[in-house]
Nanobody, 111 residues
Framework: QVQLVESGGGLVQPGGSLRLSCAASGSIFSFRMDWYRQAPGKEREWVAGITSGGTTTYANTVQGRFTISRDNAKNTVYLQMNSLKPEDTAVYYC??????WGQGTQVTVSA
């Protein structure tokens, strides 16, 4: 079973940017990949997805600010996050379609 490891989280000021990475232990070539996030006291919510063919979709709350991309040669999915807001603070998880979750990476947006 493919294992996923997220990285790239941290503390950033409002308006700043971060780039998250999700490295898979096996091939992601034929799989849809998604990013989710979970803020304290809230349910996990979907953020963005990318199909095996490269079609991307986004939650309304991040449309225009976040960009999901994939590098199949590196078995890695990315989430570029710009114009970050305090309400983007959460643990961010990636998921491979039909497979397991990663362990998550913390993103904190605060002055």
């Amino acid at each position: 079973q493919v294992q996923l490891v997220e990285s790239g989280g941290g503390l950033v000021q409002p308006g700043g940017s971060l780039r998250l990475s999700c490295a898979a232990s096996g091939s992601i070539f034929s799989f849809r990949m998604d990013w989710y996030r979970q803020a304290p006291g809230k349910e996990r919510e979907w953020v963005a997805g990318i199909t095996s063919g490269g079609t991307t979709t986004y939650a309304n709350t991040v449309q225009g600010r976040f960009t999901i991309s994939r590098d199949n040669a590196k078995n890695t999915v990315y989430l570029q996050m710009n114009s970050l807001k305090p309400e983007d603070t959460a643990v961010y998880y990636c998921k491979i379609s039909g497979g397991p979750w990663g362990q998550g990476t913390q993103v904190t947006v605060s002055a």
